[in-house]
């Protein structure tokens, strides 16, 4: 059964504090491996679509990196409106979209 | 441009009262998602359509829970005699590819409570 586990639940970091969030998933036959941000209230917006080991994206602060486990969501010198929770989330071989419970990212200036 | 928009964005019914959500997708959009979000956690696939197809209604909890595309633009889930675990927030997301890795557009939500 496909299956994606992020961690910390919870992340409080310092301004500039640099960190990284973890998602391991489990799928069988990955055709996509996502990271979405989600503000209160709002619907996910998407970052970052990763397909095969070793890829890897960069956008602003964050960069995304995959291997065939695991993938990670590193934060470079995050500022206070980086807070959100991010979620992660993988499609296997049937159309359906898997997504983890999220870790929730909190900047203090 | 216009991105995806639901409404109502908030809905308080009764127990056993009917809903109706409404979806309006991304324009030229083929692919139209439907998620089950409940608080604290990662919204939960309910189902897919391509155009008008419901391709993968897997995810839909009971035979209450209903969704249709009929011209291949707007989504309307619909939920029959409403109970209290169908309290959560509804995600609507759309695509332009066919389902197969690309990114999803999402909505807003709507925000159900049954009381």
């Known amino acids: 059964e496909d299956q994606v586990t992020q961690s910390p639940e919870a992340l409080r970091l310092q301004e500039g504090e640099s960190s990284s969030l973890n998602c391991s998933y489990t799928?069988?036959?990955?055709?996509?491996l996502f990271w979405y941000r989600q503000d209160p209230g709002k619907g996910p917006e998407f970052l970052f679509t990763?397909?095969?080991a070793g890829e890897e994206k960069e956008k602003e602060r964050l960069k995304a990196t995959l291997t065939k486990k695991e993938s990670f969501l590193h934060i470079t010198a995050p500022k206070p409106e980086d807070s959100a929770t991010y979620l992660c989330?993988?499609?296997?071989?049937?159309?359906?979209?898997?997504f983890g419970s999220g870790t929730r990212l909190s900047i203090r200036p | 441009g216009a991105g995806v928009s639901q409404s109502p964005r908030y809905k308080v019914a009764k127990r056993g009262q009917d809903v109706a959500l409404r979806c309006d997708p991304i324009?030229?959009?083929?692919?139209l998602f439907w998620y089950q979000q409940a608080l604290g956690q990662g919204p939960e696939f309910l189902t897919y359509?391509?155009?008008?197809?419901?391709?993968?209604k897997s995810g839909l909890p009971s035979d209450r829970f209903f969704a249709e595309r009929p011209e291949g633009s707007v989504s309307t889930l619909k939920i029959q005699r409403t109970q209290q675990e169908d309290s959560a927030v509804y995600l609507c997301?759309?695509?332009?590819?066919?389902?197969?890795?690309?990114?999803?557009?999402f909505g807003p939500g709507t925000r159900l409570t049954v009381t």
């Open positions: 990763l397909y095969s």
């Open positions: 324009s030229g959009h083929v692919s």
């Open positions: 989330a993988v499609m296997g071989g049937a159309s359906k979209i898997i």
């Open positions: 997301a759309s695509s332009s590819q066919l389902a197969g890795g690309s990114e999803q557009y």
């Open positions: 799928v069988s036959g990955l055709r996509g």
């Open positions: 359509f391509q155009n008008e197809a419901q391709l993968d």
